[in-house]
Each structure stands twice: as C-alpha cells, then as structure tokens.
C-alpha cells in the first residue's frame, strides 16, 4: 500500500464548477501537507501548504486537512479552462532534518466551456 | 528571481550511454532536491544536498547514480550505463532549510533512453 493515495482522474467539470479534488494517506508521522499543479511536460507548481490540521485559503482555492481522517482536500471555486492541469498532493514530516515530500499519483482535471 | 532551471530539457541516449544532467537552484535557497516522475506517477525522492553535501539518499538511487553539488550553487546528476527504466522525468527542486517543505521545481530533464 501506498503512503499517499490519490484517485487518478480524470476529472471532467463544466467551467464555472467547484472542484473537490482528494488524497489519503497513512503516515501518521505527516505534518506538512502540499498541494502542487503540473502541466502537461512541465515542473510541478507549488499552490499551497498546509501545516497540520486546518483550512488555509488562498484566491480560488482551499486546502483542508483532517488529520483524524488522515485526509486532505483541495477545493477550487469557478474553475477555469486554465485549471485543466495534473494536480499532485504531497507531504513532508516535521524533523529537523525533514527532506523528502512524499507525492500522490496526481490527478488529472479537465476544465470544459 | 529566475527560477529553477534544468539543462537539457530533453536527451536521447542509447542504452549503456552515460548521460549526465545539470540544475541550477533559486539562487538564495540552500536545499536541493533530485526527483524522478514516470508517466502517470508523481515525483519520488531521489536525494537532496544542504550545500555542498548530500545529506539523504533513496533506495532508488543505485550504484549508477551519482549526484554532485561541488560549491553549493548548482548540481549535477549522473546516469552511467543507461538503461530503459531509467526512461523518466528528472525533476530539481530548490528551498530553504528552514522551509523544506516549500520546494520550487524545475522544468525537468526528459531522458528517453532507446
């Protein structure tokens, strides 16, 4: 079984929709949770971060974290035909020597006039 | 503030080839990190450097890896005696030490290898 589970998509929503998009995970030891965008053949793009339990907001998206649940959240508001993207969840421990995020599979969104 | 880049964007190489790849980190950021992505998969650590040294090692980096940071600024990865599974994405990602979880990524290398 994987750290990170993510459901691969696609994902079709009609532009203007609210899009909720998921991870699981079973690392206990996880405090920082990411959420990055990736377009076809390029980098991963950092959103946002998320430090332990909570909801963070930035623009048209929120990232919520249930550590009970050991599940995470990304919600986008009025989505767009640019959103159409590959989104990645990700997550680091809290050590001084904390290094490595550790990724879901990614899933794919498409966002259709 | 440039960015991180990646050079080259794209290689082809033969099996058995040794191919070598280069990374420049944001320019303030002390931390650098090495990721592979196969299709359809998200990133997986390979290794990272705090300034010159090279602090962490994955499993998945064999004997036929070797990454570098000579003077803390940027990096090299090398790939001897390619073979087909090495046929991935190469990612570089940059932070700070204290922010190790706000990781800024490179393009990426895409080595196909025939």
């Known amino acids: 079984q994987k750290e990170v589970e993510q459901d691969p998509g696609p994902l079709s929503v009609p532009e203007g929709a609210i899009v909720s998009l998921n991870c699981t995970y079973s690392n206990s030891a996880f405090q920082y949770f990411m959420w990055y965008r990736q377009y076809s053949r390029k980098g991963p793009e950092l959103l946002m971060y998320t430090y332990s339990s909570g909801n963070k907001e930035d623009g048209r998206f929120t990232a919520q974290v249930d550590k009970s649940s050991k599940y995470i959240s990304l919600f986008i508001r009025d989505s767009q035909p640019s959103d159409s993207a590959t989104y990645l969840c990700?997550?680091?421990?809290?050590?001084?020597?904390?290094?490595?995020?550790?990724f879901g599979t990614g899933t794919r969104l498409q966002v259709t006039l | 503030d440039t960015g991180v880049s990646q050079d080259p964007r794209h290689k082809i190489t033969k099996r058995g080839q040794n191919v070598t790849f280069r990374c420049d980190p944001i320019?303030?950021?002390?931390?650098l990190y090495w990721y592979r992505q196969t299709l359809g998969q998200g990133p997986e650590f390979l290794t990272y450097?705090?300034?010159?040294?090279?602090?962490?090692k994955s499993r998945l980096l064999s004997d036929r890896f070797s990454a570098e940071r000579p003077k803390g600024s940027f990096s090299t990865l090398e790939i001897q005696r390619t073979e087909q599974g090495d046929s991935a994405m190469y990612l570089c990602?940059?932070?700070?030490?204290?922010?190790?979880?706000?990781?800024?990524f490179g393009p990426g290398t895409r080595l196909t290898v025939t």
């Open positions: 990700a997550m680091q421990i809290d050590t001084g020597t904390a290094s490595k995020l550790t």
């Open positions: 990602a940059s932070s700070y030490r204290e922010k190790a979880y706000e990781q800024y």
């Open positions: 320019s303030e950021h002390n931390r």
């Open positions: 450097f705090q300034n010159e040294a090279q602090l962490e």
